[in-house]
């Protein structure tokens, strides 16, 4: 799948094994995935484009290169996805965000939108959805099907793990977004948790198990 980016630098591997351990505390998984999506933002944000800024240095004028990060916008997928926008808001405090709010029907595993709040002039943004798990597809193809109602410039989809099962839904259903992931695991279990996996994403996060 061409459109697949595994980011495996060894900094981003190594935090998300210690992330995976069952003892990490709620504290230590928070920091870690706080860490681990600065490292990502770096590869996401990687062909952004950028304008020449005149300025002066102590020495003498040049022409230096900035990006706009205002034309930027996180799409967090509620609730786990906002474990994942702190991170990258440290490294483009200026981008924008928008928020989508999805529960997993627990019998059919299917998405069902009850929060949908993005910023203005969506039509002149770079859209980066994120959620720490891609694992059914369900949440995600939902999200960027809402999101492509407001005709974002480019949409980007960010997790941290996934496996064949999540990556080949979302790929068939939006084969225009590029997905950025940390690993891509084995297999997703019968009751849609991804196997090794970290177990739940947002208890983990939020400390609520
Ligand atoms: N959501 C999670 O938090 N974990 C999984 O393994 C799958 C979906």
Do not use: W
Not at 42 to 67: N, S, W
Not at 175 to 183: E, G, L, N, Q, S
């Amino acid at each position: 799948m061409s459109n697949v980016h595994v980011i495996d630098h060894p900094l981003v591997q190594h935090k998300l094994t210690l992330m995976r351990r069952k003892d990490a505390s709620t504290n230590s998984f928070r920091r870690l995935l706080n860490e681990l999506s600065m490292l990502m933002t770096y590869e996401v944000t990687r062909d952004m484009p950028m304008q020449d800024l005149d300025i002066e240095t102590p020495l003498e004028p040049m022409t230096g290169r900035v990006i706009d990060g205002k034309k930027l916008v996180f799409v967090s997928i509620l609730r786990a996805g906002n474990g994942i926008l702190d991170g990258m808001l440290s490294v483009i405090p200026g981008a924008r965000v928008g928020h989508i709010g999805l529960y997993r029907d627990p019998k059919t595993l299917t998405a069902v939108e009850y929060y949908f709040k993005m910023p203005p002039e969506m039509n002149e943004r770079d859209a980066i959805v994120v959620d720490p798990m891609l694992a059914t597809g369900h949440s995600a193809i939902a999200a960027i099907d809402r999101l492509k109602e407001c005709r974002p410039k480019s949409i980007k989809f960010v997790c941290l793990l996934t496996c064949p099962e999540g990556l080949a839904a979302l790929a068939k259903a939006h084969p225009d977004v590029p997905i950025y992931t940390a690993a891509i695991d084995r297999q997703l279990n019968d009751h849609g948790y991804i196997l090794p996996g970290l177990g739940d994403a947002g208890d983990r996060i939020f400390g609520t198990q």
